[in-house]
């Protein structure tokens, strides 16, 4: 079985679901990025931006039932290394706040643009809905 997982008070998506969850415990989100859930961007700023990024795939797997310890993959598309280099300690600190200490298998991507002009970062995640990480 596999069903569309939108969290209820985000704006609805236009040709996609944020998530697919398949036989009620593997998750696969769409490419999530730095804009709320009305899909506006509040950060104009690499972490800014990440920040919410991530705080939009634990939304996406708190929809799906699940906890930040159910992620197995993230993988990251940044159109800025430099940024991203520079700004390892902020990008640390942001991660955190909203992933905890839980450390998934990641892949980070360059890219030379993204879909949303204002985006600087997309991330994709993997999840095992109710398998959470033991060592997390």
Do not use: C
């Amino acid at each position: 079985m596999i069903e569309a997982i939108n969290p209820p008070d985000w704006e609805k998506p236009k040709g996609y679901a944020n998530g697919m969850l398949v036989d009620g415990s593997r998750l696969y989100t769409g490419g999530q990025i730095g804009w709320n859930k009305d899909q506006v961007f509040e950060h104009h700023d690499f972490v800014g931006q990440l920040e919410q990024t991530l705080a939009n795939i634990v939304a996406i797997v708190h929809a799906a039932g699940g906890e930040v310890t159910d992620i197995v993959r993230l993988t990251w598309f940044i159109t800025d290394k430099k940024e991203y280099m520079a700004r390892q300690k902020d990008v640390g600190a942001a991660y955190r706040k909203v992933m905890g200490r839980h450390f998934p298998s990641m892949s980070v991507i360059v890219v030379a643009g993204l879909i949303e002009d204002e985006a600087m970062i997309e991330i994709e995640a993997t999840a095992e809905i109710g398998k959470s990480a033991k060592d997390a």
